[in-house]
């Protein structure tokens, strides 16, 4: 199975700052790679597919990149609505696999 | 609108039997593949199956393999998700989700629906 390793679990930022978040896939997993938010009693919410897109309603200061088999979602300029725990998420290869999540807090 | 309405959840005795459905409305759900995702409570996501636009390819993660069945009925725009042998750890809110448009793999889960919660306990 591939295993995605998400850092940080958690991470406290101020309204305003840049925030890269990252997920280690431990095989190729090409650009098959997702990213979701999910809020407290709410359903995930699809933010990026394919490494670098961004899905349709989403905020512009959300974005998603690739190194190697590394992969990062940033929020350019951290709002108070993104308060949040956030999900990768690989498609390549069946089991897919979630990392483990990335609870975003207010500093 | 797109959406995903799950239902069937319940407090249900571990080796017993429960069956999920989800409601779509929206879209056309025949052109779609299909997924349940579940999520244990505080703990992260998990993939739980996936199939076809016809129904007739299914996918599991080994954790459900053999005990869950994924299906559903174009006709109706339903999607099911049958458990069987439940246990504890099968304890979660199950989300359906909609795969595409497109390739599957690529444009994953792009609408979700509200949750079914399940519990398995004696």
């Known amino acids: 199975d591939i295993q995605m390793t998400q850092s940080p679990s958690s991470m406290s930022a101020s309204l305003g700052d840049r925030v890269t978040i990252t997920c280690r896939a431990s095989q190729d997993i090409g650009n098959y790679l997702s990213w979701f938010q999910q809020k407290p009693g709410k359903s995930p919410r699809r933010m990026i597919y394919g490494a670098t897109n961004l899905a349709a309603g989403v905020p512009s200061r959300f974005s998603g990149s690739r190194s190697g088999s590394d992969y990062s979602l940033t929020i350019s300029s951290l709002e108070s609505e993104d308060m949040a725990i956030y999900y990768c998420l690989q498609s390549i290869q069946y089991p897919w696999t979630f990392g483990g999540g990335t609870k975003l807090e207010l500093k | 609108e797109v959406q995903l309405v799950e239902s069937g959840g319940g407090l249900v005795q571990p080796g017993r039997s429960l069956k999920l459905s989800c409601a779509a409305s929206?879209?056309?759900?025949?052109?779609?593949?299909m997924a349940w995702v579940r999520q244990a409570p505080k703990k992260g996501l998990e993939w739980v199956a996936t199939?076809?636009?016809?129904?007739?390819?299914?996918y599991y993660p080994d954790s459900v393999k053999g005990r869950f069945t994924i299906s559903r009925d174009n006709a109706k725009s339903s999607l099911y998700l049958q458990m069987n042998s439940l246990k504890s750890e099968d304890t979660a809110t199950y989300y359906c989700?909609?795969?595409?448009?497109?390739?599957?793999?690529?444009?994953?889960?792009?609408?979700w629906g509200q949750g079914a919660s399940v519990t398995v306990s004696s």
């Open positions: 929206g879209f056309t759900f025949s052109n779609y593949y």
């Open positions: 989700a909609r795969l595409g448009p497109g390739s599957p793999y690529y444009y994953v889960m792009d609408a």
């Open positions: 199939i076809s636009t016809s129904g007739s390819r299914t």
